[in-house]
């Protein structure tokens, strides 16, 4: 009633009444007004889809740190699991020389030998439980945060879509805008010389810390003991904090013994370790 009154258009006689020029001025306004209501809406759609695609993107961050910590745990228990191997085999050995007649050592210091390593034994089982219990309690956690994460994301993607059609139908020949998300990925690779040692077999490298020695030069166990403690803990140090607990201090004189092939005297320093570290 409003615009026909500025128009000059008589409600009661029916559309028509007015001017081209009027008629023209009207189509072009109301044009205008779906055009800033179908944008108002749009913005408002774009950023809430915006600021639920931050969250979820934090939550899936947040899960590939927490995802690190299970190679750690693995190496952890397969650790465990050959410290006990070697103990019993000690065990074993020691039980047999104690049936012997003795010649060299007294029956009261095989028993007391066997005693501890009888309660060595014993701990080192409860630690391996222990590891075990924690990782798949971190398991469990870590595959329901993933399905709660590809939920939201899923949510967030339907809403959306929705609402992208709703605003188009409002506003035609419009198109929300695009981000387009940049991930920078840094690759630090260097060519590896001659064959490289097993690394792995030094107490507290798993294949992670293998990967990131290699790349930053360190191949062979000569490498390991001429790199020293402080330059490989600053190789550690640069891939995250979640290398922060790792102690190379041992790392050197286990790199002697294997390059020496002293392996019997590398699994008896190993069983007194842990994760690397004198205990």
Not at 9 to 20: D, E, K, S, V, Y
Not at 53 to 63: D, R
Not at 85 to 109: F, G
Request: aromatic content about 4%; hydrophobic content about 35%; cysteine-free.
């Amino acid at each position: 009633m409003i615009l026909l009154d500025i128009f000059g258009q008589n409600p009661i006689q029916g559309p028509g009444t007015g001017t081209f020029a009027e008629h023209l001025i009207e189509i072009i306004l109301m044009l205008v007004i779906a055009f800033l209501l179908g944008w108002w809406l749009g913005r408002i759609t774009v950023n809430k889809w915006r600021k639920r695609y931050k969250e979820t993107e934090a939550e899936l961050q947040l899960l590939k740190a927490e995802s690190l910590g299970v190679e750690d745990r693995k190496l952890e228990i397969s650790t465990l699991s050959e410290k006990v191997k070697i103990l019993e085999d000690k065990n074993s050995r020691l039980r047999m020389e104690s049936v012997k007649p003795a010649s060299t050592q007294s029956t009261s210091v095989l028993e007391a030998k066997l005693q501890t390593q009888d309660q060595l034994i014993n701990q080192l089982r409860k630690e391996l439980d222990l590891s075990k219990m924690r990782e798949a309690d971190f398991n469990t956690s870590l595959s329901a945060a993933k399905v709660i994460a590809e939920e939201k994301r899923a949510v967030t993607k339907n809403e959306s879509n929705k609402k992208s059609k709703e605003s188009t139908s409002v506003i035609a020949a419009t198109s929300a805008p695009k981000e387009k998300a940049k991930t920078k990925s840094k690759a630090k690779a260097k060519a590896k010389t001659g064959k490289g040692d097993d690394l792995k077999k030094i107490e507290g490298v798993g294949p992670k810390i293998e990967q990131l020695l290699n790349a930053d030069g360190v191949n062979t166990y000569k490498d390991v003991i001429g790199s020293g403690a402080e330059k490989i803990k600053e190789i550690l140090m640069k891939a995250g904090p979640q290398y922060k607990v790792h102690d190379p201090s041992t790392w050197g004189e286990q790199s002697k013994l294997a390059m020496e092939e002293k392996w019997d005297q590398l699994h008896e320093m190993q069983a007194q370790l842990k994760g690397g570290k004198k205990v």
